[in-house]
Antibody, heavy 121, light 111 residues
Framework: QVQLVQSGDEVKKPGSSVKVSCTVSGGSFSSFALNWVRQAPGQGPEWMGGIIPFFGSPKFPQRFQDRVTFTTDESTSTAYMELRSLTPEDSAFYYC??????????????WGQGTRVTVSS | QSALTQPASVSGSPGQSITISCTRTNSDVGGFNAVSWYQQVPGKAPKLLIYAVSSRPSGVSSRFSGSKSGNTASLTISGLQAEDEATFYCSSYSNSDTLVLFGGGTWLTVL
């Protein structure tokens, strides 16, 4: 049974950074895409990008290009998402979500439990 | 503002069928057979219901079905049950900078 377990909730000051982890168990770690999705209260999800073997490199929308970094530690089957220069608009639940293999990378079949990030002065 | 357009809410009685629409352009919904649907109950992560327009992951009830016509995708839930009450989101691959788009969500009320 595939499980994704994320790190705990965070409270951050504007201008700081947050790093969320996502540990995968019960399945292959490197064969599948590992995406990050955030969801502000009352809003639809927003894809932030991820590490996608199909592309051979991390992918993310340009609006996050200068602020987000995705990394992995294969020895612990853990993925990390770091978001810098936080503003209150970054307050949201952050999810890791496993994508399918190959061209199915954008179908998210397993999700972490979510990490609440609150940005407030 | 979410990228894909969904109705804010729908409702139906137990046993009835309802359909939720998801609309955008031929750069995403209309251009690829790459639409998926998710169900989210409050406080939980979304759950994948439909992928590739009309395919169901194993374990998902056959009461959930998906289709697409032009730039509009649809999720149909037949034989409504009280447990179906949730928010439903569509998603699509896009050939824009943002490769994956989501809708704003549709809240389903089972009367």
């Amino acid at each position: 049974q595939v499980q994704l377990v994320q790190s705990g909730d965070e409270v951050k000051k504007p201008g700081s950074s947050v790093k969320v982890s996502c540990t995968v168990s019960g399945g292959s770690f490197s064969s599948f895409a590992l995406n990050w999705v955030r969801q502000a209260p009352g809003q639809g999800p927003e894809w932030m990008g991820g590490i996608i073997p199909f592309f051979g490199s991390p992918k993310f929308p340009q609006r996050f290009q200068d602020r987000v970094t995705f990394t992995t530690d294969e020895s612990t089957s853990t993925a990390y998402m770091e978001l810098r220069s936080l503003t209150p608009e970054d307050s949201a639940f952050y999810y890791c979500a496993r994508g399918g293999s190959g061209t199915f990378w954008h179908y998210f079949d397993y999700w972490g439990q979510g990490t609440r990030v609150t940005v407030s002065s | 503002q979410s990228a894909l357009t969904q109705p804010a809410s729908v409702s139906g009685s137990p046993g009835q069928s309802i359909t939720i629409s998801c609309t955008r352009t031929n750069s995403d919904v209309g251009g690829f057979n790459a639409v998926s649907w998710y169900q989210q109950v409050p406080g939980k992560a979304p759950k994948l219901l439909i992928y590739a327009v009309s395919s169901r992951p194993s374990g998902v009830s056959s009461r959930f079905s998906g289709s697409k016509s032009g730039n509009t995708a649809s999720l149909t839930i037949s034989g409504l049950q009280a447990e179906d009450e949730a928010t439903f989101y569509c998603s699509s691959y896009s050939n824009s900078d943002t490769l994956v788009l989501f809708g704003g969500g549709t809240w389903l009320t089972v009367l």
